[in-house]
């Protein structure tokens, strides 16, 4: 590549970068770790192919003045846990919002394959959700009591053990991410699958409504951390196959620690669902508005933490970089 062509890709970044540091915005260590990480990358480009120049000489002092400021900020605060899910895991979540949508919509869209499934084929929910778990909610309906095994256990008992279980799914969706993320989409497709074959059965015996209103109040958190869960499997997986500037082994150690962030994200989370499990869904007899009110409030909370405050803080910081935007480069890269 000629070195003009080279710095025209870069040069937006790099003045981005400069600014952050000449101004001290506030930005996450580990953020700024892996700024300098990708400079650094391009420095070590331009002592290859552009030795002595411009361009060598600019980066090689930016990488400096970055290696200055992350050594003399990388202490851990005192409320390392409040600052990680207040900015630094929101900071990055913003770059990984396409993972989430492909998660999304893997999973809704086997959601769909499994409900046409259970309404073309008669056995589809049994072979798929046991003949046990089949039986004992067919049971329940003629008993009157649809929704009878959310009243099964002692409380804490079910909220402690959905929560482990739902950590475990959400681990596999992790997990799995290693076989280039093909198998996080293979955990989102079973899952998906279940869904969709689970609520096609309880339309089929006209509970519809019933099932919903009752389930999701506790599946709207559920579900939504265990496509998020997906969403840090295929951050990792992508961390092999998509390298970018960095080096394959530092693009993959980049990709297992976001996808670990994401992950320990959900934990809060999935405590909250089993909670709700535990102790609020069992309660069949409140009414449909208390139950729409728990609904509409998780679904909020899961888009704004991961959709919408992502994308303000994102704003946020370039407005404080246009802002204090009044430094441009002394020595312009040449060719």
């Given amino acids: 590549m000629r070195e003009a062509a080279f710095v025209k890709q870069n040069k937006d970044k790099w003045l981005e970068f400069e600014n952050i540091l000449t101004n001290k915005t506030q930005i996450d260590p580990d953020l700024l770790s892996d700024l300098y990480i990708e400079v650094t990358d391009h420095l070590s480009y331009a002592k290859t192919f552009y030795a002595n120049s411009n361009t060598e000489r600019y980066l090689n002092q930016l990488a400096s003045n970055a290696h200055q400021l992350i050594y003399k900020t990388k202490?851990?605060?005192?409320?390392?846990?409040?600052?990680?899910?207040?900015?630094?895991?929101?900071?990055?979540?913003?770059?990984?919002?396409r993972e989430l949508l492909i998660a999304f919509l893997t999973f809704t869209l086997f959601a769909m394959v499994g409900a046409f499934s259970a309404a073309s084929e008669d056995d589809f929910v049994r072979s798929f959700l046991g003949d046990g778990y089949v039986n004992m909610t067919i049971d329940n309906i003629e008993k009157g009591d649809p929704m009878a095994v959310y009243k099964k256990q002692g409380e804490f008992h079910m909220f402690l053990g959905i929560t482990l279980n739902n950590i475990k799914v959400?681990?596999?969706?992790f997990g799995y991410g290693i076989l280039l993320g093909v198998g996080t989409l293979f955990i989102m497709m079973q899952n998906g699958i279940m869904l969709g074959s689970f609520q096609y059965f309880f339309y089929e015996q006209?509970?519809?409504?019933?099932?919903a209103r009752t389930i999701w109040i506790h599946g709207t958190i559920?579900?939504?951390?265990?496509?998020?869960a997906g969403c840090a499997g295929l951050v990792m997986g992508n961390g092999m196959l998509f390298t970018g500037t960095l080096p394959r082994l530092e693009a993959f150690k980049r990709g297992v620690i976001n996808g670990l962030k994401i992950l320990m994200s959900t934990i809060p989370f999935f405590i909250i669902a089993g909670f709700l499990e535990g102790?609020?869904?069992?309660?069949?007899?409140?009414p449909d508005w208390l139950a729409i009110l728990i609904i509409t409030s998780s679904l909020a909370l899961i888009l704004f933490y991961y959709v919408i405050?992502?994308?303000?803080?994102?704003r946020k910081l370039k407005q404080n970089i246009v802002s204090k935007n009044t430094i441009e480069l002394n020595d312009k890269p040449t060719d």
């Fill in 75 to 97: 202490k851990e605060p005192k409320n390392r846990l409040i600052s990680f899910f207040k900015t630094e895991f929101p900071s990055m979540f913003y770059q990984h919002h």
């Fill in 206 to 211: 006209g509970l519809l409504w019933e099932s």
């Fill in 309 to 314: 405050y992502p994308i303000q803080l994102h």
């Fill in 279 to 286: 102790f609020v869904t069992r309660h069949t007899e409140m």
């Fill in 170 to 173: 959400a681990l596999m969706a």
């Fill in 222 to 228: 559920e579900i939504s951390v265990i496509i998020i």
